[in-house]
């Protein structure tokens, strides 16, 4: 793989002799905040447009608040560019000392699930009212958004996954005690489903869900839910398969009519900034789910191999229980990549 040398860059990775790509760097994120005032450039949504895929790599910063980083990069793009399907694998590998878990009794394998998490509305709409600002009646509402195109499109592309992969399909929601948005999903899932009698269903609370992440882990495999449901239970999936060092999201607007954007889904980890010891491989799981996107899953798959060797050590970072650096980590996978022959 060529490699790029200086940032910002415009350069070519070349995976083998027929697989090349174009890409270009944007020093977008909080030190460009800093100096300039803003997240990214005026025009960079639409200097975005152009590319197939955005490869984002983590943000944030103590000196910007979340509201300001993340509103004026990860969630505006996401946004912008309808990425309304949040892809996240949540999958057990074998690693240096036996498998990569807190839990017992689980073995390579054994944690095997896709979650699919709505990704344009639901309770991250942005919408609400702060009414009564300083009064003793102060009141804040956060409104969650479930229309019929955005809950359907998510729950078939969930179905349309459970299908091609011939594997079973769970709903997380809380229908329970969210008396409009959740009986509306319950509702629009079950519907959908009369499409698909093919694909074997479950459908879950989301507390309920929690807790059989952990105690029942390999009764699911791909997961759908909403919006903030699927951010809370992918952090508790990585924290069930070695941490969110592994963690992995793609945000895909399956219609390719907008750039989709593939990101570690951890944050910028500030407490060990500028010391090389991040643990880059989430960054490049997210690189597989790239390539698959972008219709080369044979090296999608070799890129997953790739981190599969990597984690029976011994080149890992210390979140790993090693002494490698970010850049040791990322040359060893390098090294043990190897290409698919088709
Ligand atoms: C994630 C992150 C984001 C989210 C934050 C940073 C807004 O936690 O990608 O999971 O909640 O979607
Ligand atoms: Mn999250």
Redesign the pocket.
Known sequence: MTRCSSAPCSCIAKLDDSVAFDFDDFPWGCEYYLRTGKMMADDGIEQLRAFDAIYRGAVGAPSVPDHIS?WGL??KIRKEFDEYVNVRPVKLLEGAHGVITPLKNVGRGDIDMTVIRENSEGEYAGAGAWLYKGKPHETVLQTGVFSRVGTERIIRYAYDLARAQGKTLTSVSKGNALNYSMVFWDGVFEEVGREYPDVETHSLLVDAAAMNFVMHPARFQVVVTSNLFG?IL?DLGAAIVGGMGLAA?ANLNPEKKYPSMFEP?H?SAPDIAGRGIANPLASIWSVSQMLDFLGLPAWGAAVIQAIETVVRGPVLTVDMGGTASTSEVGDELARVLVAPND
Do not use: K, N, Q, R
């Open positions: 993340l990860l969630l951010d992918t999201g889904i944050g």
